[in-house]
């Protein structure tokens, strides 16, 4: 690492500044859904297997809530920019609230219908993409350390995404599902409320709403592409996102619960949840000049995560090396965070992280729909040693590009000062 910086100011910010009383809030609203959001794919597993439409049925309704996010996701970005993000999200917690109540009452009365729940979780997916674009833009309103904020709500996503899955499925084998989406409509309930709570500013974008709509989003698009860092990233993270992260997740399960039981791959996702905790403390430490070529580190690590089931471990070697890629995937993921609410502009920060948003989702996806296929011509094994050898180039290529390599923290490049556009920071050296 090269230095020590902060994200707006430049100066070593105070250990406890993080934890403001706006900080706070937020904190509770993203852990809150967080939690319950890791608790839809037990709940809706569950329930749709038991009223007889198998994991097909599963299938279609997780696809139809991804598929509204990716559809909607640069509208949600907008939208945001033109009338602010804090409305956005909490009229889309009450969307959320609206919907998983209604899921309730569908498991609770035995009247769920495939076609219902497919249509209510394409409508939460796209009430998700009214919510999403203000992840980012908030944080550099409710923290003056964006980086350590980043770490603290990645350790948070972390920890939910262990404790979610445990407490569904405890609340489904003593209850069924109609129980955990009710507790999942409360947590949308209670995000709503801390962020109706937050006391903010006026809105960076206030200015831009006299533009049409499709102005706004072809700004969003000029600005994105005026970025060479930032397409590049997401350029290279369509390759990583469908040949390693997206391929590697449905085949490594495969691997393992044909190799060691559905147990060891709960051990190893929980090893994975621990090693993202880690990954976030990590990066509220560590703070680098060059933070995306500091963070291509995490890049690597992850790449470990396909490679370790084709090895055939036992549990233990499973564990540790997945709790690495989990380490690596969240050092990555704070480092990029902060990268972007930093760099960008915050009038037009939500436009522009929709196209991150959109383009890693359509990788992921796809690279899901490919394993199998992919798998079937090369055997499990030798895909997921092509897919580690990927992630590793992949990580190369950030350090080759020399916009990504050479980019600076923000306030580091005049020694403080606030944040600057990225076409500021110089791009050869």
């Known amino acids: 690492m090269s230095g020590t910086t902060t994200g707006r100011n430049g100066a070593a910010p105070p250990a406890a500044s993080v934890w403001t009383g706006n900080f706070r809030l937020y904190f509770g609203a993203r852990t809150g859904s967080l939690l319950g959001d890791a608790m839809l794919p037990v709940a809706l597993s569950v329930g749709l297997i038991d009223a007889g439409y198998g994991s097909s049925g599963v299938g279609y309704a997780l696809g139809a809530w991804m598929a509204a996010l990716a559809l909607c996701m640069l509208f949600g970005g907008v939208l945001a920019d033109r009338f602010t993000p804090r409305r956005m999200m909490v009229l889309a917690d009450l969307v959320r609230l609206t919907i998983q109540a209604g899921m309730a009452v569908l498991f609770a009365t035995g009247t769920t219908s495939l076609a219902g729940v497919v249509v209510l979780q394409f409508l939460s997916g796209a ?7 203000g992840v980012a833009s908030m944080v550099p309103q409710v923290a003056d350390d964006v980086q350590r904020a980043n770490g603290v709500l990645r350790v948070a996503e972390s920890a939910a995404g262990v404790l979610g899955p445990a407490l569904a499925g405890l609340l489904v084998g003593l209850s069924g599902p109609a129980t955990v989406f009710a507790v999942y409509a409360a947590t949308y309930a209670l995000s709503a409320g801390c962020l109706f709570a937050l006391r903010l500013g006026p809105s960076a974008g206030d200015g831009a709403r006299t533009d049409s709509f499709l102005r706004q989003l072809v700004t969003g698009w000029q600005e994105f592409r005026s970025r060479t860092w930032l397409w590049g990233v997401i350029s290279i993270f369509l390759l990583y996102g469908c040949f390693v992260a997206g391929v590697s997740l449905p085949v490594g399960a495969d691997l393992v619960v044909n190799g060691l039981g559905s147990t060891a791959l709960g051990i ?7 090693g993202g905790v880690l990954g976030g403390i990590a990066a509220i430490k560590v703070r680098s000049e060059r933070p995306l070529a500091a963070g291509s580190a995490g890049w690597a690590l992850f790449a470990l995560y396909p490679i370790v089931p084709a ?3 036992g549990v233990v070697v499973l564990s540790a090396g997945w709790a690495l890629a989990g380490a690596g995937l969240a050092y990555w993921s704070v480092i990029w965070a902060t990268t972007v609410q930093t760099q960008i502009p915050a009038e037009l920060l939500n436009r522009v992280y929709t196209y991150d948003v959109a383009g890693s989702l359509l990788s992921m996806a796809l690279g899901r729909s490919l394993a199998g296929p992919l798998a079937s011509v090369t055997g499990q094994r030798t895909l997921m040693v092509l897919a580690t050898a990927l ?13 990504i390599r050479r980019l600076r ?3 580091s490049q005049d020694g403080g000062g606030g944040a600057r556009p990225a076409e500021v920071a110089p791009e050869r050296g």
């Open 311 to 313: 090895l055939g471990p």
């Open 391 to 403: 992630g590793l180039v992949c990580a190369g290529l950030l350090l080759a590009v020399p916009a």
């Open 268 to 274: 190893g996702m929980a090893a994975f949840g621990a």
């Open 127 to 133: 009430a998700t993409a009214l919510f999403q674009p």
């Open 409 to 411: 923290a923000a306030g």
